[in-house]
């Protein structure tokens, strides 16, 4: 929780949430952009990228290290990750 890394994926992780809470806002509660209640559209969004960062703070001592139960910062683990064979019926 303490390095660099942490912070950059947590980072992205917030930023990543609030668009999506912020579309999702968008989406559901207006039929054009002027109708939107801006305020209320923009604090959803932020509120739930607080949630994302305290989600990441409270799961950086549990399971594999990152932001996230299942992720990790490493390059090293994605790269090997994605250079596995890909097995199935076929």
């Given at each position: 929780m303490f390095t660099a890394d942490f912070?950059?994926?947590?980072?992205?992780?917030?930023?990543?949430?609030f668009a999506q809470s912020l579309v999702a806002v968008l989406m559901a509660g207006a039929t054009n952009l002027f109708d939107v209640d801006?305020?209320?559209?923009?604090?959803?969004?932020g509120l739930a990228s607080v949630l994302a960062v305290l989600t990441a703070i409270g799961a950086a001592k549990a399971g594999r290290p990152g932001p996230g139960l299942t992720e990790t910062t490493e390059r090293a683990a994605a790269t090997t990750?994605?250079?596995?064979?890909?097995t199935g019926a076929g």
């Open positions: 912070w950059k994926a947590t980072a992205e992780r917030a930023v990543r949430t801006w305020p209320a559209a923009l604090a959803t969004a990750t994605a250079a596995a064979p890909a």
